[in-house]
C-alpha cells in the first residue's frame, strides 16, 4: 500500500489547495495544467517557510490527540499519512535549506516560463515530462517484514529520484538559463548527491519524534530497541498483549466478542500439549506458562520467492522479535490487504501459536476468529468456514457481516489454522486458495470492514498456492540453545513438586540429541521419555538409531499398557511396531510426507491381514474405527490431519518428524532381514536346502530405492554396522541370493494388493535387485561383479545390463548413483568391477583414471599404440536413441567437436608416449620432463587437455605435454590417416604458440608431423 501526498492531507484532515495538488503532481498524483500550480509549486519546493513547510507540521504535530478514539484501522491509516508526509517534509526542508545559487522567488513562471511550457509537445502539460517517471510512485511506507536499514535504503532512492524530477524541473525555468555553466553543474551535484542522505537524515530525526508520540510507526520500522531483550527468551505473548493494550483506545468488546475472547482465553488455562495420559507424577505446563516464543524468518513474496523451498530461507536473517513483528504487522493498513502466511514443519509450534494469538489480541482492538481447517467443511466458502468456527467456539449462530458491523472499530483478525491439512486430506487442489483469502479482504475493505488474515500450513506445501501481492511469509524456526535452556526451566519448575528430589533435567543432555530437541513437540516427547527411565541424563552414549529404538520401544509399551489391548511383552511391541512401520512405508513407497486413511488402510489389510474379531456366538463384528485409526490414533508423535468434505470425514497421517518415520522404515527391513539370516540358518543345521522367504521384503522394497530418502539409507546402514562378523558374512550371502533371483517371475505374492503405485513388472524388479546390492554394500562394505554374476563368462557386462536397468526403471535412480562408488580393476586376467559405498560426494571410484583398455577389454600388456573402439556413429546413435537426459547433455557438450573431427575423434585411442618412444624421435618430446600421457587417450580428450592448458596459461612444459598427446592424431602415417580435420586445427594452435614452446620440442614435433 502506498499513499500520495494529496492522500494523506486529505486522510489527515487537510484541504485540497494548489500547493498540495501541485506537490501531488510530483510525487506521483494527477497531473495538473503547468500554469498557477506550477508556479506555486516551484516556489514552496525552495521556500523553508512556506505554505507547504506551514501544512506539513501542522499536519503531523498534535497527532496523537487528534487519532485518539478512532478504530484500529482508522488509526493505521492516518499513522500511515503522517508517515507520507514526514517523507516529503523532510525532503523539502533540505531542498529549502540547501546551498543553491538562486532565491525561491526567482522560481516565479515568467511569461517566457509559460510559453516555453505551453509549446511543448505534451501539449501544453509541461509539468508531464518532468514528472514522467513519478507518476504512478507513491511514497514508500514501512513495514515490519524489511529491516529499518532496508527501508532507508528505499528511501535514499526514492529521494534519488526526486531529485531528478526538481532538476528537471529547474532545466524547465528562465531562471536554470541564467546561471553560468560552473552554477549549473554545482547546483546538479547538490541536488544528486548531497541531497538524498541529508534528507534521509532529516527523515530519521522527523520519524523517531513520530514514533515516540504514535508506537505504531517504531514497531513499523523495526525501530524498537531490543537490544534488552535480545538475551532474554520471551514466555507467552505477554510482551505482544502489553504493547497493543498500551495502543488501545478504551473501548470495551460487546457481548459477541467478548464470548469469543473467553473461549480463546480460557484455552491458555489448559495444557500446552495434548498427549493423552502421561505419566503419574508428572505435569504439562498450560499454553500460556510454558509457550516459548519461536525464532523465524519473514519474507515479501513476489518474482523469485520459493517459501517452499529450505534452502531459499538460507539467506533470509533470523530473527527473535516475532511478538514486536506480529504488532507492529497487525497496525499497518497492508495487514487488511493480503494474507500473512506462517510456515514450519509438523510438531513447530504453528497450531499453538495460532491459539496464543487468539488469547493475547486485546479485545477492544481486534475481532479475532480462529478457524480450524481440519474442523470446518472444506468444500465451503471462506465465510461459511468463518461462520461454522464462531458457532462451535460460542455456540451463536452469528453470521459474518453481523459479528464485523458490531466490532465497533475493532480490526476483524480471521486465523485460518491448517491449510496443509485442507490439501492433505482433501486431495483436492487449492491454488487458488490466497486469491479467494485475498478476495475475500478486498469485498471486507469494500464494505467498510477490514480485515486481516492469517494462514498457517507446513512449509513443504507452500507452493500449492500461489501467493498475491503484498503476501508476507513467516517461518518459524527450531529452537536455539537458549530458548532450549528456557522450555527445560519451566519443565522442571513444574515437576519438581511433584516428584520431589529428582535432578532436573540439563539443557546439554537434551541438546546432545540434535535435531529432536529444536521442535517443541519433540521436545516434549524427549522429556516424557527422560521422565520414565532417566535415559537421557545416563552417561552412555547413544547412537541415534538407539535412541530412536529405545524411544519407540518405550511410547509402545506404554501405550500397549494404558490402552489395555494386552500385555506388553516383546512379540506385541514388535507387532506394533510393525504395523507403524507399514505406516512409514506408505509415506516412503508414495513419495511423500503424508498418507491418507485409505490408502493406509489398504495397505495394512494387503501386507497385514489380520482376521475379523467374532463374539461368542461366531458373528463377526464390526470394527468401531478404521485399521489405519486404530493404529497411529494413539501415539503423539502421529499427526492426524483432518477435513471435512461432502459431510464426509478425511483423515491423513504425518510424522511429526520425518526421521521417525524413516527409522521405523529402515528398522523394518532390517528385522525381516535379520528373520531371513535365522530361517537360512536354521535350516542349514536341519540339513535342509537354506530357502528364505522374502516375500514380504520383496512387497516393501519393489517400489522405491532405500535412497530415496537419504536418513533412511544411514539409519539402514548404522543397523546392519552393528553386525558381528559372522552375522555380517551371513547376511551377505543371503541378500546375493536373493539378488540372483531378483529378475525372475515370482509365484508366490501373498501381497499382490499392496499397490503404493501403479508400478511395472520390470520396474519393480529393478527396484527390488538395486535395494538387495544397496543392502548387500551397507552390509559387507564392498561387493564385486564376480560375487553378483558367479556362473557369468562376462560379469562385467551383466553388470553394465543391471545399472541401465536401473536407470530406465527406477524411481529416483539418481541417489542409487549418488550413493555407490564403482571401481574398475582386474583379477585373474579378467575385468571386475568393486561397488562399495560412495564417502563423499566427490567419491566416484576411478572415474577420472578410466583406461580406455579396461573398457574396451583389451590385455594392457598387449593391446598396442593404436586402436579404435565400438564404431563411433553407433556410439553416438545409441546414445541419443535412449533420449536420457545425461547422455544427452554429454552428447550436446561434445557435438562441436563431431561437426568438426567427426566421430572417429571419440573413439580412436593412441597411446602417445609409447608412438614415441616406438619412433625414437629427438629431443623432448618423448621424456625428459614434458608430462605426455601414459596411457591411450582418445583425440576428443587429447585434444581438450590442450584447449584447456592453452586457456588457463600453462606452465611451458605442461603446455608441451598436452601437444605431444595430440600429435600422433594429427600425423600422416599413410596406412594411418589423421582424423578428419586434426592437422589443421592442431597445426593452427601450434602456430599460434611456436614462440612460447622450446626450440627443442619445436623441431621434433615439426620432424614428427612431417614424416612418413
Given at each position: ?667 523394518l527391513v532390517t528385522r525381516e532381514l535379520d528373520e531371513l539370516v535365522d530361517t537360512v540358518r536354521h535350516a542349514t543345521r536341519r540339513g535342509r536346502p537354506p530357502a528364505a522367504d522374502d516375500t514380504l521384503l520383496h512387497a516393501l522394497l519393489s517400489f522405491v530405492p532405500l535412497t530415496s530418502r537419504a536418513t533412511t539409507a544411514a539409519f539402514v546402514a548404522e543397523r546392519l554396522a552393528t ?290
Amino acid at each position: 500500500m502506498g499513499l500520495t501526498y494529496a492522500d494523506a492531507v486529505l486522510l489527515l484532515g487537510g484541504r485540497q489547495n494548489k500547493i498540495v495538488s501541485a506537490l501531488d503532481t510530483l510525487t506521483g498524483g494527477a497531473l495538473l495544467a503547468a500554469s498557477a500550480g506550477g508556479s506555486a509549486l516551484a516556489l514552496s519546493l525552495f521556500d523553508a517557510k512556506g505554505e507547504l513547510a506551514r501544512l506539513s507540521h501542522s499536519l503531523v504535530n498534535g497527532l496523537s490527540e487528534r487519532i485518539r478514539g478512532l478504530g484500529r484501522f482508522e488509526r493505521s491509516e492516518r499513522l500511515a499519512a503522517a508517515h507520507a508526509i514526514v517523507v516529503l517534509t523532510a525532503y523539502f526542508e533540505e531542498l529549502a535549506a540547501a546551498p543553491l545559487p538562486f532565491a525561491p522567488e526567482q522560481l516565479r513562471l515568467s511569461a517566457a516560463d509559460q510559453t516555453r511550457l505551453a509549446g511543448h509537445p505534451s501539449g501544453g502539460d509541461g509539468l508531464r515530462p518532468v514528472t514522467a517517471a513519478l507518476l504512478r510512485a507513491d511514497v514508500p511506507l514501512p513495514g515490519p517484514d524489511q529491516p529499518y536499514e532496508a527501508m532507508v535504503s528505499t528511501l535514499r532512492a526514492y529521494y534519488e529520484t526526486l531529485s531528478r524530477a526538481v532538476i528537471d524541473l529547474l532545466n524547465g525555468l528562465a531562471v536554470w538559463d541564467d546561471l553560468t555553466e560552473t552554477e549549473r553543474e554545482t547546483c546538479a551535484s547538490t541536488l544528486r548527491r548531497a541531497l538524498p542522505p541529508g534528507a534521509v537524515a532529516r527523515y530519521e530525526e522527523l520519524v523517531r519524534r513520530l514514533a515516540l508520540e504514535c508506537p505504531e510507526v517504531g514497531l513499523w520500522l523495526n525501530l524498537v530497541d531490543h537490544q534488552a531483550t535480545r538475551a532474554v527468551v520471551r514466555q507467552g505473548f505477554d510482551q505482544l498483549e502489553q504493547t497493543l493494550a498500551a495502543l488501545a483506545s478504551g473501548r470495551l468488546p460487546d457481548d459477541r466478542r467478548h464470548a469469543l475472547t473467553r473461549a480463546y482465553r480460557a484455552d491458555l488455562d489448559r495444557s500446552i500439549a495434548s498427549t493423552g495420559d502421561i505419566p503419574d507424577g508428572l505435569r504439562l505446563p498450560s499454553l500460556h506458562a510454558g509457550y516459548i516464543t519461536p525464532r523465524f524468518c519473514v519474507a515479501r513474496g513476489g518474482r523469485g520467492a520459493r517459501f517452499a523451498e529450505e534452502s531459499w530461507w538460507d539467506d533470509v536473517p533470523v530473527r527473535d522479535d516475532l511478538e514486536d513483528f506480529l504488532a507492529g504487522y497487525l497496525t499497518t493498513p497492508q495487514a487488511t490487504e493480503a494474507p500473512l502466511l506462517v510456515l514450519g514443519q509438523p510438531g513447530s509450534g504453528k497450531s499453538v501459536l495460532t491459539r496464543v494469538l487468539a488469547g493475547t489480541l486485546p479485545p477492544g482492538e481486534f475481532l479475532v476468529v480462529r478457524v480450524v481447517l481440519r474442523d470446518v467443511p472444506a468444500d465451503a466458502d471462506l465465510q461459511t468456514q468463518i461462520e461454522d468456527a464462531v458457532r462451535t467456539v460460542t455456540g451463536e449462530e452469528l453470521t459474518w457481516p453481523a459479528l464485523a458491523r458490531s466490532g465497533g472499530g475493532a480490526l476483524g483478525v480471521v486465523i485460518l489454522d491448517g491449510f496443509d491439512e485442507l490439501l492433505q486430506a482433501t486431495g483436492v487442489s487449492q491454488t487458488d486458495y490466497l486469491q479467494r483469502v485475498a478476495a475475500f479482504q478486498q469485498r471486507e475493505a469494500d464494505q467498510g470492514r477490514p480485515v486481516a488474515v492469517v494462514v498457517t500450513t507446513r512449509t513443504a506445501v507452500a507452493d500449492r498456492a500461489r501467493t498475491v501481492p503484498g503476501t508476507v511469509a513467516v517461518r518459524l524456526e527450531p529452537f536455539g540453545e537458549s530458548q532450549v535452556a528456557h522450555w527445560l526451566e519451566i519443565w522442571n519448575d513444574h515437576n519438581a513438586v511433584a516428584t520431589p528430589g529428582r535432578r532436573p533435567l540439563r539443557p546439554a543432555t537434551v541438546l546432545a540429541h540434535g535435531e529432536l530437541a529444536s521442535q517443541p513437540l519433540l521436545l516434549l516427547m524427549l522429556a516424557l521419555y527422560d521422565a520414565e527411565t532417566d535415559a537421557l541424563r545416563s552417561d552412555e552414549r547413544l547412537r541415534t538409531t538407539e535412541l530412536y529404538e529405545r524411544l519407540l520401544l518405550r511410547f509402545v509399551e506404554r501405550e500397549l499398557h494404558k490402552t489395555g489391548t494386552g500385555p506388553a511383552d516383546t512379540h506385541a511391541i514388535e507387532q506394533e511396531l510393525t504395523r507403524l512401520a507399514v505406516v512409514a512405508f506408505a509415506m516412503f513407497n508414495r513419495g511423500q510426507q503424508w498418507v491418507t486413511e485409505a490408502e493406509l488402510d489398504a495397505d495394512l489389510a494387503a501386507l497385514l491381514p489380520e482376521p475379523a474379531a467374532t463374539d461368542p456366538a461366531g458373528r463377526g463384528l464390526r470394527a468401531p474405527s478404521s485399521a489405519a485409526e486404530v493404529v497411529v490414533g494413539r501415539f503423539f508423535f502421529v499427526h492426524e490431519a483432518r477435513a471435512t468434505r461432502d459431510d464426509t470425514r478425511l483423515r491423513t497421517y504425518e510424522f511429526l518428524h520425518a526421521t521417525f518415520g524413516e527409522y521405523l522404515v529402515a528398522r523394518l527391513v532390517t528385522r525381516e532381514l535379520d528373520e531371513l539370516v535365522d530361517t537360512v540358518r536354521h535350516a542349514t543345521r536341519r540339513g535342509r536346502p537354506p530357502a528364505a522367504d522374502d516375500t514380504l521384503l520383496h512387497a516393501l522394497l519393489s517400489f522405491v530405492p532405500l535412497t530415496s530418502r537419504a536418513t533412511t539409507a544411514a539409519f539402514v546402514a548404522e543397523r546392519l554396522a552393528t553386525l558381528n562378523g559372522p552375522d555380517r558374512e551371513a547376511l551377505r550371502d543371503v541378500l546375493l541370493g536373493l539378488f540372483r533371483r531378483s529378475l525372475d517371475a515370482r509365484h508366490d505374492d501373498r501381497h499382490r494388493g499392496y499397490q503404493p503405485w501403479r508400478a511395472s513388472l520390470p520396474a519393480r524388479c529393478a527396484t527390488y535387485s538395486a535395494n538387495l546390492v544397496l543392502l548387500a554394500v551397507f552390509a559387507a562394505g564392498e561387493i564385486t561383479s564376480d560375487e553378483l554374476f558367479p556362473d557369468d563368462d562376462s560379469p562385467v557386462d551383466r553388470w553394465r545390463d543391471l545399472a541401465l536397468l536401473w536407470r530406465s526403471q527406477l524411481r529416483f535412480w539418481g541417489t542409487v548413483a549418488e550413493s555407490l562408488a564403482v571401481e574398475r580393476t582386474r583379477a585373474d586376467g579378467r575385468r571386475r568391477v568393486r561397488v562399495r559405498a560412495r564417502e563423499t560426494p566427490a567419491d566416484r571410484g576411478d572415474i577420472w583414471g578410466l583406461d580406455p583398455r579396461w573398457f574396451h577389454d583389451l590385455d594392457p600388456a598387449i593391446a598396442g599404440l593404436w586402436f579404435t573402439g565400438y564404431q563411433s556413429d553407433e556410439v553416438v546413435a545409441g546414445t541419443t536413441l535412449a533420449c536420457a537426459q545425461g547422455l544427452d547433455t554429454l552428447v550436446h557438450a561434445l557435438a562441436p567437436l563431431f561437426g568438426t573431427l567427426g566421430t572417429a575423434a571419440l573413439n580412436t585411442f593412441i597411446d602417445a608416449r609409447a608412438e614415441y618412444e616406438l619412433r625414437r624421435y629427438p629431443g623432448r618430446m618423448p621424456s625428459d620432463g614434458v608430462p605426455v600421457p601414459w596411457e591411450p587417450v582418445s583425440g576428443v580428450h587429447a585434444l581438450l587437455r590442450l584447449w584447456l592448458a592453452r586457456s588457463r596459461d600453462a606452465p611451458i612444459d605442461d603446455l608441451a605435454g598436452a601437444y605431444a598427446g595430440c600429435l600422433p592424431f594429427a600425423r600422416d602415417f599413410g596406412d594411418r590417416p589423421p582424423v578428419h580435420g586434426y592437422r589443421e586445427l592442431v597445426l593452427g594452435m601450434f602456430a599460434q604458440d611456436r614462440a612460447r614452446l622450446p626450440e627443442d620440442f619445436v623441431a621434433s614435433a615439426i620432424t614428427y608431423l612431417g614424416a612418413r
